[in-house]
């Protein structure tokens, strides 16, 4: 589809420069060939008495050159047109590629996101449905039997709601004009923390306590909650994530690091990716997810105009940092 779009794109752009490239070819062929036979006339009446030519061989002598400056002019447009068209030619279809492109590469990437968001809607379903349907055909199900079916498909249900709530939540943020005010990341960093309900031990939190910046509060706690969500998951249980506050020129925000599996580098690339899992060993039981969260952080953090990166290697430490661009100058009061 997109090829064909190209060819015709091009064909616009080059009819557009062949009608123009014509245009001005008749233009200067008209002002030139007028130019040429005024000069050969002029030349030829003053030469013509010290050569004694008679009036008819006279215009005879004009006619030819005019002719022959004319066939020359003519000869030299044709080349010079041939010459822009195929050059035209060549850029029409770059530029052609070049506007299209991004189309192409959004067109990808909604059929990429439809065909995937379609899988992960259709296991749960599947699942849900072969369990009742086995129960339906089972007319000794037993009261413990149906409560670990209804409970499984409550895990189902629970899941899929998960699911479309990030969907909805990438859907907004592609149109979403976000509020900003200042925000201290402390107390963001403070507030997820309590949410998890995990000890001192588990989660540690330093760095510069006065840092702020100009974001959205709720889009920064959700930054912070989705990074620790999966530090948590892939990290042993007794092992420390540390959360450091830091500030880089005139960005501030967090690194999050845990110990655990690590991250390939082949994988690494492709973590930010929507609905991208890494291997079996890090979405195994409880940690399998959707690989929409770290999509979802990315998004946010482009709408605030900050970075993101990751740093990490198989059993390795790995670092995810968040930052933001800086509120004023002044410390964050609120603590």
């Not at 968001?117 to 369990?131: D, F, I, N, V, Y």
Request: with cysteine; charged share 20%.
């Amino acid at each position: 589809m997109f090829e064909s779009a190209t060819v015709k794109l091009t064909a616009w752009y080059l009819a557009i420069i062949v009608a123009v490239s014509l245009l001005f070819s008749v233009v200067i062929y008209s002002i030139a060939s007028s130019e040429v036979g005024n000069r050969i006339g002029t030349i030829q009446r003053t030469a013509r008495p010290s050569f004694n030519l008679n009036p008819t061989k006279y215009n005879d002598i004009r006619d030819i050159q005019v002719r022959e400056a004319e066939g020359n002019l003519i000869g030299s447009l044709i080349i010079t047109n041939a010459c822009i068209w195929l050059a035209g030619g060549v850029g029409s279809y770059y530029l052609a590629r070049r506007t299209l492109r991004p189309i192409k590469e959004a067109h990808e990437a909604q059929s990429r996101f439809s065909s995937d968001a379609s899988h992960e809607l259709r296991t749960p379903l599947a699942s849900m449905k072969t369990e009742l349907e086995v129960a339906l055909r089972d007319p000794n199900l037993k009261k413990e039997e149906m409560r670990e079916l209804l409970t499984s498909n409550l895990e189902e249900v629970n899941k899929l709601t998960k699911l479309s709530q990030t969907l909805l939540q990438l859907s907004q943020l592609d149109h979403h004009n976000i509020e900003r005010e200042k925000v201290a990341l402390a107390s963001a960093a403070r507030a997820v923390i309590e949410r998890f309900g995990t000890s001192e031990k588990r989660v540690k939190l330093e760095g510069n306590m006065t840092l702020s910046v100009n974001a959205n509060t709720s889009n920064v706690e959700e930054l912070l909650t989705i990074l620790l969500d999966n530090a948590l998951k892939y990290s042993p249980e007794d092992s420390t994530v540390t959360i450091t506050i830091l500030q880089q020129k005139q960005l501030s925000g967090f690194e999050v690091t845990n110990s655990g599996p690590g991250i390939s580098a082949a994988i690494l690339p492709h973590i930010f990716d929507r609905f991208y899992r890494a291997d079996a060993s890090r979405t195994n039981g409880n940690k399998k997810g959707y690989g929409l969260g770290l999509s979802l952080a990315k998004r946010i953090v482009e709408l605030h105009d900050g970075e993101l990166a990751v740093s990490s290697a198989p059993n390795a430490m790995t670092t995810f940092r968040i930052l933001l661009p800086n509120s004023a100058q002044n410390p964050a009061k609120n603590q």
